[in-house]
DNA sequence: CGCTTCATTGATCAATCTCAACTCGCGTGG
DNA sequence: CCACGCGAGTTGAGATTGATCAATGAAGCG
């Protein structure tokens, strides 16, 4: 049985360790564990780290808007998004999807960023914290910075890998490669089932086609090709990956 | 008069400050003059870093091999170089230049990447330094991995836009744009002149294309289209933007 | 229900690639 | 000194990939 983002046994009651929790950044850094048990009251270092209450945004909507980085950086605690660049012409760039667990860009920590915008794919559940504290906590406490960064090292090691997609791959390599990087990350939070391997995958081909730089349309007719193939399977929001060595071989993953 | 990168003006000995160093991170770090005043080896809380002596690289050759990340982080002192990601099938994908002062990938300090390789360009001089005491300094003087940090951002940042500009914008633009990019990393450094504006341009088409996903043939004929449009003249690898207004419109950029 | 978003499919078009030939400048070795 | 080869750039013809346009059906949602 795999888990759907609508499952409503996974969206328990505030109160609580929540799905997404034990694989956030901000559940192994002791930031939920510290607001939620209220030890950051007592404590003297943590005078006001408090997140935001836990928001909720439905499949679709702003997560954030333009200028709402100014001073809090998100963190997902459950569903998908995507941080989207909109030029002024109407085009869409997708640079990176969010799953739960991930903070909204580390670098986002140093300063905000114009033009971007976070939104969600599934309903998403989100906390925020305010950038000023969190700087602050990160200075008294050394060993969440060097989290922070290893996640901002991985980020930025996953826009590499975008730019040569996006400069040096054909359509049908980037589509593979997609599917095969977010099984990579989904795997890592528990999302993916084995034999066969088989995840829920929310992303409209709009989505993927502002990701990967082409257009809706063509990724439907990639799309269907791996199917025809019998690469893949997707019905009912769920896909199924048939051919694992052929994929990996199209993504040219070895 | 324009400064090239084979002036020999350009070149002074090894003593003294040298031309990129005024815009050189580690300079501004005072990790040069650490080294060169010797204050290094009177201070306690710098016991030994000591960037390796200055090297030097022909044009076209390789700064980095693929494994050479593992224990070192070079620093860019004068001329261009280009990070280089390449494919087993021999494609290539440029992930950034790298001008005088440029740290080579401040994600670096943090882990090596494979694939990867650093080429210089023009003739290039640049320095080493440990990792591990790199590191180490930076922990104990905050303000440097703060300066570090943002330097990092600025990277991200570039790293983003070429993402978009890859994703969702016609050769033509992207032309443009590294040319506008490029111009403004290079003013930051003293190395462009005004009215009209001119700069030394030692990119080869090859390395163009690679950057921006194009094949050569097809960056010359874009090429020769602004220069037949009157937007640019290019003689002697010194090049000439005759209209700013046109250029900056035809990437988008106001 | 009725409406909007999403996906599929076919026809045509445009951007870009591939292949190939040719030029030019440069350095090298005979 | 010159022939030669090599890397770089230009140009044209034709092939390909992916975009655009359009029509239709299916699915999600108020």
């Known amino acids: 049985m795999i888990a759907r983002c609508d499952d409503t046994r996974l969206v328990p009651k505030l109160t609580g360790r929540q799905p997404g929790c034990p694989v956030c950044p901000a559940f192994e850094h002791g930031l939920c564990e510290v607001a939620r048990e209220g030890t950051w009251r007592s404590s003297d270092f943590l005078p006001n780290l408090v997140p935001q209450a836990e928001f909720t945004v439905r499949a679709r909507r702003l997560i954030v808007h333009q200028q709402d980085f100014r001073d809090s950086v998100p963190i997902i605690c459950s569903g998908w998004a995507a941080t989207v660049e909109l030029l002024p012409d109407g085009r869409r760039q997708v640079l990176s999807f969010l799953l739960p667990g991930d903070i909204v860009s580390a670098g986002l920590l140093f300063a905000p960023k114009p033009r971007r915008v976070v939104e969600a794919i599934t309903e998403v559940r989100y906390r925020k914290y305010k950038r000023d504290e969190l700087k602050k906590l990160l200075c008294k406490r050394p060993e969440l910075l060097e ?75 990639v799309f269907s090709d791996l199917r025809r193939n019998g690469l893949v399977r997707f019905r009912e929001r769920i896909l199924t990956i048939l051919d694992l060595v052929a994929l990996r071989r199209l993504a040219s993953m070895g």
């Open 147 to 221: 989290r922070l960064l290893k996640d901002w090292l991985a980020e930025t090691t996953r826009a590499d890998h975008l730019i040569v997609d996006l400069g040096r791959r054909s359509g049908e390599e980037r589509i593979a490669r997609l599917i095969l990087g977010l099984v990579e990350r989904l795997s890592q939070r528990d999302m993916v089932e084995d034999n066969p391997i088989a995840f829920e995958f929310p992303l409209r081909q709009r989505q993927i086609a502002d990701a990967i730089g082409m257009t809706q349309v063509h990724v439907s007719k």
